[in-house]
């Protein structure tokens, strides 16, 4: 089935519905297919997509592309509750639609935004034109991708570069470079004759080092014009909202973003992508989850979106509000600068992870850029911290990477970010103000330098006051790159006692502990580099059952039977945690019972194991 536009400007020009189908009892439907798209390159918006002077275009002057579409909406129209959560695909992944969201006639859209993702069944990518020059040449450049293998071996996918094929890998732009740290650049250039590429596998003599980081460079062709995938999220908006082809047409759309694809969502609001071709906004609401203040690089010449980005995902500016830059000497803000004509309400919710690791540092999203004051957010923007938490929670039990080392930290803000996701809808549909912002500040003692951390000595936990956060990414919106490769300061939470937190939201595993829970863990010996972190994961230590337990250990946190009469004394303190999130809308009613399962479950596991 196949709708088409017929007026002048639009720039979903046709719509290709390939497979519908009924979800039963939960009165949905769900459709997939293809949006086809076509765009003015001269309009000031579109000509900030990277290359777009460059892409060929129709007889009409446009540039073409298409996406992959998901469209999850109630079977009865009159259901929609008018408002569509725009899930931006992380690396090609389709979302679903929480039950507790399909109640309430939401719409869900995901559209391919992604060059790099592969042309597999159930995956959602988009076709971009390819760059050449004006006079119909090949662009050629070096593109390259990093990794740090976690154990010796002799072969490593690269996956990152799996859209970039060498034009020459025996070239002089090839190079194999070894180093150190993940977190610095430089290194020692691999003699040629070690290593080789083939099908995107490299191999290499006597095979990698675990904790080594290794880059890849060669030379390519014919780079994709990657900044369409903004273009198509803001169009596919436009079109849901506005047009008459629209598959479920909606008064208000929200976007939810996680990781790397809330870094999508920090340079689609940066960029001016939030304003239409028409000069309407698109996206009413913005939840950018666990991207700290990284934006993704996508909107350049030999983008690799697919990769991590370990410890380089951060550029200037950090912060919503201009701020003067005093390293370049910029003037800008996220959502202060010229190209922003459309601000959403905008949520912003990290784990501690984003705070403590892979270059995201949150904390300068609410600070200045010198990390030494906070700042005050503007009023369409609210930030969600949240303590003790790793970039995603583990599952329960957890388990440990190798023997002896920490388990991987479980606690999960999942009800309190579906609570938020209702936060949002009212905010925007109703005008009911959210929660207030929670997060870690300077001046009350609970954000501090990394340095000033009084970590405790926890047993299997070495202390994290010499990490570094990395460098500044290179801008390539702003003249001489805006400080690229400058140290970024690194302001963590503060910790009370146990190692937890402090200055966030405090999940019952936080707020009533059990153990300490950390969004950080030093890599394993066996890994290689034991004292760099593990990207993106945290660690769970729990407390002995008794104090002579915890005296063997030399382990300095109050044991279990110090801190809790009983198991039921425990659960009232849970059960008293839970209901004052409600009351605070951090969570929803029907959290109450599965939260307190969980706790009671927690408990039961922590002293049959705890002391192990």
Avoid at 234 to 239: I, K, N, P, Y
Avoid at 248 to 273: E, I, N, T
Wanted: charged share 25%; aromatic share 8%; hydrophobic share 40%.
């Amino acid at each position: 089935m196949v709708f088409s536009a017929s007026w002048a400007h639009a720039a979903v020009v046709r719509v290709e519905v390939s497979k519908r189908e009924d979800l039963g009892k939960t009165g949905y439907e769900q459709i997939t297919g293809k949006l086809h798209f076509e765009l003015d390159p001269t309009l000031p918006g579109n000509a900030i997509i990277a290359d777009i002077e460059l892409a060929p275009t129709n007889a009409a002057g446009r540039v073409s592309f298409s996406s992959d579409l998901s469209l999850l909406k109630p079977k009865d129209a009159s259901r929609i509750n008018g408002a569509a959560w725009v899930e931006i695909p992380n690396r090609g992944g389709k979302a679903s639609l929480p039950a507790s969201m399909m109640a309430k006639g939401f719409v869900l859209l995901n559209v391919g935004w992604e060059f790099d993702v592969p042309a597999n069944k159930g995956m959602l990518r988009i076709e971009v034109p390819r760059a050449r020059n004006k006079d119909g040449s090949s662009i050629r450049g070096v593109v390259s991708a990093t990794f740090t293998p976690d154990k010796r071996a002799d072969e490593q996918p690269i996956t990152d570069l799996i859209d970039y094929p060498p034009v020459d890998i025996d070239g002089a732009d090839s190079k194999l470079i070894v180093r150190a740290k993940a977190d610095t650049s430089g290194g020692k250039e691999v003699p040629r004759e070690q290593w080789s590429l083939k099908d995107n596998r490299l191999r290499l003599v006597r095979g990698f080092e675990p904790g080594k980081t290794y880059e890849l460079c060669y030379l390519s062709e014919a780079p994709p014009v990657a900044g369409l995938g903004y273009a198509a999220i803001r169009d596919a908006v436009a079109w849901l909202k506005h047009e008459a082809t629209s598959l479920a047409p909606v008064k208000h759309a929200y976007a939810f973003g996680s990781s790397q694809c809330g870094r999508f969502l920090r340079d689609f609001m940066y960029l001016g992508f939030n304003t239409d071709e028409q000069d309407r906004q698109a996206l009413d609401g913005v939840m950018v989850h666990v991207a700290g203040a990284g934006r993704l690089v996508l909107n350049q010449r030999w983008s690799t979106p697919r990769s991590v980005a370990g410890y380089y995902t951060a550029s200037y500016p950090f912060a919503d509000t201009a701020q003067r830059d005093p390293g370049s000497g910029h003037v800008e803000g996220m959502l202060e600068n010229a190209r922003v004509k459309h601000r959403p309400k905008v949520f912003y919710t990290n784990m501690a992870a984003e705070y403590w690791g892979a270059g995201r540092v949150a904390a300068l999203t609410h600070t200045n850029v010198e990390g030494t004051q906070d700042v005050e957010l503007p009023e369409n923007v609210r930030s969600y911290f949240f303590a003790g938490t790793s970039h995603g929670p583990a599952a329960f039990p957890p388990t440990s990477q190798v023997k002896d080392s920490p388990l991987a930290n479980p606690v999960n803000a999942g009800a309190s970010i579906l609570a938020l996701r209702q936060a949002m809808h009212r905010w925007v549909s109703e005008g009911i103000e959210p929660p207030p912002s929670v997060y870690p500040k300077l001046r009350d003692g609970t954000l501090a330098p990394v340095g000033e951390v009084r970590f405790p000595k926890v047993p299997g936990m070495s202390s994290p006051v010499a990490i570094k956060a990395g460098g500044r990414v290179r801008n390539p919106q702003l003249p001489g790159g805006a400080g690229e490769g400058s140290a970024l300061p690194l302001l963590v939470p503060q910790v009370d006692a146990d190692g937890n937190d402090l200055g966030g939201i405090s999940m019952p595993d936080i707020a009533v502990p059990l153990g300490t829970a950390t969004g950080w863990v030093f890599r394993p010996a066996e890994f290689g580099s034991p004292h760099e972190f593990y990207l993106l994961r945290g660690a769970w230590v729990p407390f002995a059952k008794t104090k002579a337990q915890r005296e063997a250990a030399d382990d300095p946190r109050l044991s279990l039977d110090e801190r809790y009469a009983s198991k039921d004394q425990f659960m009232a303190k849970v059960k008293a945690v839970i209901e004052r999130l409600i009351e605070q809308r951090l969570m929803m009613g029907t959290d109450l019972e599965p939260q307190m399962k969980q706790a009671s479950e927690r408990w039961d596991w922590v002293v049959r194991h705890g002391a192990e």
